[in-house]
């Protein structure tokens, strides 16, 4: 599946040369839900997260956009439209992703709109 990952020049030149990591992820937008690897199959949503001043630590730089080819997504789709920015889910979410990591084998949350991917497992992917 092609997914998108907008992101600061420096942050897509870091992923490009040593791929995703758990350990510095959460620190610009991702951090709502802990420590999580956001992607999206929406271009447009990808465009916003690269041109955002919080990940390019307030400079207007314009990022860049990582397309992701991922092979081994095991989806739990959300029942509700939980969103990064929608602080008032940010306690169930985290309930859930702990729930997840612990008692089954999915790797991803799907959100109700269907255009956020949060891995917060270990993934195979292809960056193109």
């Known amino acids: 599946m092609l997914l998108y990952h907008g992101t600061s020049k420096l942050n897509a030149l870091l992923i490009k040369n040593n791929g995703f990591s758990f350990e510095y992820c959460g620190k610009n937008w991702g951090s709502t839900y802990g420590k999580a690897i956001y992607l999206t199959n929406n271009y447009k949503e990808a465009l916003f997260y690269a041109n955002g001043n919080d990940i390019n630590n307030g400079s207007e730089e314009v990022g860049e956009i990582l397309k992701v080819f991922v092979f081994d997504i095991n989806i739990i789709k959300l029942t509700k439209d939980y969103s990064p ?33 949060i891995f917060f497992k270990t993934f195979n992917y292809l960056i193109i």
């Open 85 to 117: 920015n929608d602080k008032k889910h940010i306690k169930e979410i985290k309930t859930i992703i702990s729930y997840l990591k612990i008692n089954t084998n999915k790797n991803c949350l799907l959100n109700l709109n269907e255009n956020e991917f």
